[in-house]
């Protein structure tokens, strides 16, 4: 039986992939997508995850516009110079068909988490302040989802300053809250995610697939320069699908139980995830921190889930 999911993102174009694999995926029942403010403000993230689900033909998956700001301190920057200022700069989609439902995210999220209580997993591949806002206004919502697993997080080098990663850097707090939830996330952090990668010639495969090539390769082709500008290298890291394909395939990831701390201060590490695989200082395990993965596993599962998806189009 389908695993029923609900996707918080921040398209973003890495989120837009990570909405198509959940959608092309047979194991996975995508019951609804809630957006939050990250990568461009939420007008933006939420105006991108209709026009994403309208490519894929999906106009009547429920959407849940949520967070518009970090919970405590306002970030001092978003990802417009990655994404673009529309957030899927490149994919040449046109206006979303429809606005989003009538219900907050946090709302939906927990209507959906109570209609089935122990059986929905929430991914989160954006800033966590719909996460920690359901922690906190809806605690037996949230205590009755099946599992979090969360994009988001760095043990060995961020992308927003040399320790933070950008989901945890937008919102700190959002992020200390869920980790310290005794919900025992599972963490996908760029450790990981940084390997899951394609390469201009993926990215010229996947321009010939039906209705979704266009599009994905526009906006593909736009991150790849972004990423050649900051790393030098001519790939894309697909952070937020290797989160989803972990719901599909968890071998994808190898997990270590370990705690993790997020640094919510204001000195240079702030937003960084301290995680302490050794077990050294005594906190107690509070999360699921993957420390490898098969990219070819994952790099498969995605070429094959796309091209099903844009056959079925
Ligand atoms: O650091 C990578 C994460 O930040 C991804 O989720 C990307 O979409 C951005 O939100
Ligand atoms: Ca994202």
Known sequence: MAAPVILDCDPGIDDAVAILLALASPELDLLAVTTVAGNVPLASTTANALRVLDLAGRPDLPVGRG???????LPADDSKETHGESGLDGSGLPEPS??????????????????????????????????????????????ALRRIVVMGGAATGGNMSPYAEFNVWFDPEAAARVVASAHDPVLVGLDVTRQARLSAADIDRLAELPVLGGPLAGMLRFYMRKHVDWYGEEVVFQHDALAVAH???????????????????????????LVDRLGVFGGH?????????????????????????????
Do not use: K, M, Y
Request: glycine letters at 6%; one cysteine or more.
């Open 67 to 73: 967070a518009e700001r970090s919970l405590v301190h």
């Open 98 to 143: 429809r606005g989003p439902g009538p219900e907050h995210a946090v709302d939906l999220i927990a209507r959906l988490a109570l209609d089935r209580p122990g059986e929905v997993t929430l991914c989160a591949v954006g800033p966590l302040t719909n996460v920690a806002l359901l922690a906190a206004l809806r605690p037996e919502a949230f205590q």
């Open 247 to 273: 719901l599909v395939d968890p071998s994808v990831l190898e997990l270590a139980h370990c705690h993790v701390e997020v640094d919510t201060s204001f000195g240079p590490a702030r937003g960084a995830t």
């Open 285 to 313: 395990a509070n999360a699921h921190w993957a420390v490898d993965l098969d990219a070819e596993r994952f790099r498969g599962l995605l070429f094959e889930r796309l091209a099903a998806l844009a056959a079925s189009r």
